[in-house]
């Protein structure tokens, strides 16, 4: 079993224990906004399960029908994710108006809080976990996933600053009001996870310091040709595709040729992690006048 198979498991089993104290805090209190955090917290178990089954999928190795791999499933979760995180916040939205139009007192309000803040540390150590090891696994599902739990931290914070206040002043009206502001940040951090998942989805280049790198490499390590153009790059979920086109000198042998290629092939997979190359062989009047220019 991979990493990222035990912390997607992880994350299902985390989940579903954050939403049982947060139910357990909304159920001693009755607030809106405790019931908001709650309703977040059903994506996190469903987006949980979701990050797990595109995990395995991403996992499997190329096949005839897949000859690329199947690296783009978890940017499928992470739209998923996106999608479910913003029907959260309309649900949650529904309930607020309810709260604001018949504002009603808090039952047990303390009690709720310890609760639900037992739940919040929870989630805000499990969220690092995911964040930091899924960009170590160079997965976006996983990335995604902590990033949500990350949101969903802050938005209990917000949530029970907010009942407090309640709590004190008596102004009752201000739980469901609190939770409108919830389902807002909700609806951002929504439309956030599907943005940069769709990126993926439509082969958005590499970030431009790993192209840097790429080009470095090829300066350095390709010692024998002449230029390299037409660089492309794309990232799909834990692979990096990189092809651009080679340019040797024209008396230069097969195998002298295709020597550079591995060495070249061997230098960009030491420098990033998961990168499939493609390298085309073209003559030396095939020169542009834009590329890598490679050193004598």
Request: glycine fraction near 8%; charge should be negative.
């Amino acid at each position: 079993m991979t990493t990222t198979v035990r912390l997607a498991i992880g994350s299902i089993f985390v989940g579903a224990l954050v939403l049982a104290i947060k139910i357990l805090a909304w159920w001693l209190t009755g607030s809106v906004a405790l019931l908001s955090d709650a309703l977040e917290s059903t994506v996190n178990v469903a987006t949980a399960f979701a990050a797990l089954i595109a995990i395995r999928i991403a996992a499997r190795p190329a096949d005839a029908s897949h000859p690329y791999g199947h690296h783009k499933a978890e940017f499928f979760s992470a739209v998923l994710e996106g999608v479910m995180i913003i029907v959260a916040a309309l649900l949650i939205l529904r309930e607020a108006y309810a709260g604001i139009l018949n504002p009603t007192a808090l039952d047990l309000p303390f009690g709720g809080l310890l609760v639900n803040g037992a739940a919040t540390v929870l989630n805000a150590i499990w969220a690092g976990v995911l964040v930091r090891r899924g960009r170590d696994a160079r997965s976006p599902a996983l990335v995604a996933d902590g990033r949500h739990l990350f949101t969903d931290v802050v938005t209990s914070v917000g949530v029970a600053l907010g009942v407090l206040l309640a709590i004190l002043t008596g102004w009752w009206v201000l739980d469901p009001i609190l939770a409108a502001l919830v389902a807002v940040n909700i609806l951002w951090s929504g439309s956030h996870v599907v943005r940069e998942s769709l990126s993926g989805l439509m082969d958005e280049a590499v970030p431009e310091k790993t192209l840097d790198t790429v080009r470095a490499v090829i300066s350095s390590e390709a010692g024998g040709a002449v230029q390299a153009h037409d660089l492309r790059t794309r990232h799909a979920g834990q692979a990096t595709f990189i092809d651009f086109h080679l340019v040797v000198p024209g008396d230069t042998t097969v195998f002298d040729a295709h020597e550079i290629c591995d060495r070249l092939e061997a230098a960009l997979k030491t420098a990033i992690d998961g990168a499939r190359i493609t390298i085309h062989v073209e003559p030396e009047h095939k020169q542009k006048r834009s590329g890598v220019i490679l050193p004598d």
